[in-house]
């Protein structure tokens, strides 16, 4: 079983940048493709961006291109999303979400473990 803690989040003004992080228990967290989702109130949870476990394959949600980058430190069973130039649309709770070996996926329901989710909120 596969604990994912997300942190980082907060209220941020419009134009400013978050990292968050998403750290896993399990050892073998190298082998686990992540991916990040929000959920704003009233709204479906949507993909973000993801990070295959090799760390080779990078999907970004086309409104996020350009202004957040993905990366994983494998040694620290860490996750992080980098956001810039956040504006109020980009507020909601932002989940992780771990796979074993599969590939990116942007559909919720294909990833087997998630975390509780960290607050985003961006004033305008």
């Known amino acids: 079983q596969v604990q994912l803690v997300e942190s980082g989040g907060g209220l941020v003004q419009a134009g400013g940048s978050l990292r968050l992080s998403c750290a896993a228990s399990?050892?073998?967290?190298?082998?686990?493709?992540v991916g990040w989702f929000r959920q704003a109130p009233g709204k479906e949870r949507e993909f973000v961006a993801g990070?295959?476990?090799?760390?080779?394959?990078?999907y970004y949600a086309d409104s996020m291109k350009g202004r957040c980058t993905i990366s994983r430190d494998n040694a620290k069973n860490t996750v992080y999303l980098q956001m810039n130039s956040l504006n109020p649309d980009d507020s909601a709770v932002y989940h992780c979400?771990?796979?074993?070996?599969?590939?990116?996926?942007?559909?919720?329901?294909?990833?087997?473990?998630w975390g509780q989710g960290t607050q985003v909120t961006v004033s305008s």
């Open positions: 979400a771990a796979r074993r070996y599969w590939g990116v996926s942007r559909t919720p329901n294909t990833y087997n473990y």
């Open positions: 399990e050892r073998t967290f190298s082998s686990y493709t």
């Open positions: 990070i295959s476990w090799s760390g080779d394959s990078i």
